[in-house]
């Protein structure tokens, strides 16, 4: 399992070519890439703020639900913080189990809570300023079907 707040960018090659591979219990592999994206058309970056320590705990305190719940046999969470531009990679979620329901499953999990529960305070910054990004309410109904 592989938990990992880091302000520099990730290969997702690299992170996913051995994700899995090589265990008889392993029937299905997900995986998931977040990127920044401009909703509005008036970003230039997006600003990600945490506090170490608490926020590699939560997301690993979810990891150890997700793979309790879904019997998972590998998890890989890696999430970006600082200071990025549209259109790079800000996350990624792999999930590893033996079919591929749970696989998905999990991952969506996951992904629901990185979007909303996840200790990030987020900043968008563009040519009129800098503004925090508010909870979304779609992103907690998503959280309601788990």
């Known amino acids: 399992m ?5 302000a520099e960018p990730f290969d997702l090659g690299a992170e996913l070519a051995d994700f899995g591979t090589g265990r008889a219990d392993v029937g299905a592999v997900v995986s998931f890439t977040g990127i920044v994206r401009d909703d509005t058309g008036a970003m230039d970056a997006l600003e990600l703020e945490h506090y170490p320590g608490m926020t590699e705990r939560a997301i690993a305190g979810i990891v150890d639900q997700a793979v309790e719940r879904w ?11 600082g200071r990025l531009v549209v259109g ?5 979620v792999a999930t590893a189990a033996r079919h591929r329901v ?4 999990a991952a ?16 968008e910054h ?7 990004v508010a909870a979304k309410d779609e992103d907690e109904d998503a ?3 788990w």
């Open 88 to 92: 790079e990679q800000i996350m990624m």
């Open 2 to 6: 592989k938990v990992s707040v880091q």
């Open 126 to 132: 563009g040519p009129e300023g800098t503004s925090w």
């Open 108 to 123: 969506e999990f996951l992904m629901d809570y990185l979007k909303s529960r996840a200790p990030f305070w987020k900043k």
């Open 102 to 105: 749970a696989a998905f499953e």
């Open 143 to 145: 959280l309601k079907r």
């Open 71 to 81: 019997s998972l046999s590998d998890v890989t969470v890696i999430h970006r913080h």
